[in-house]
């Protein structure tokens, strides 16, 4: 079973940055793909970014060139970096890990809110 565990969510200014992390409790050279999600309220669940293991990055056109997603593989981590926030970047933001032998994982969800 694997775990991960998201945080730095929290509410922000129009135009500022936060920066989200997703600690995995096993390597993420495990995993396929991995990536983060989004829902807001009354909406579906919504792709941010994805990433293959050793491939490309793919990111939703509302979030090009706003945000970056990045792996530190010696803590199991990968962060989403969240510049020129907006307020329709308010959601829950999920973190998600898919192994080609065991399934889907995704994180418990972290909160983001983009409000003056």
């Known amino acids: 079973q694997v775990q991960l565990v998201e945080s730095g969510g929290g509410l922000v200014q129009p135009g500022g940055s936060l920066r989200l992390s997703c600690a995995a409790s096993?390597?993420?050279?495990?995993?396929?793909?991995m990536g983060w999600y989004r829902q807001a309220p009354g909406s579906q669940r919504e792709l941010v970014v994805s990433?293959?293991?050793?491939?490309?990055?793919q990111y939703a056109d509302s979030v090009r060139g706003r945000f970056t997603v990045s792996r530190d593989t010696a803590q199991n981590t990968v962060h989403l970096q969240m510049n020129s926030l907006k307020p329709a970047d308010t959601a829950v933001y999920y973190c998600?890990?898919?192994?080609?032998?065991?399934?889907?994982?995704w994180g418990q969800g972290t909160q983001v809110t983009v409000s003056s």
């Open positions: 096993r390597s993420l050279f495990n995993f396929e793909t």
């Open positions: 990433f293959k293991r050793y491939g490309s990055t």
């Open positions: 998600y890990a898919h192994d080609t032998r065991e399934g889907d994982y």
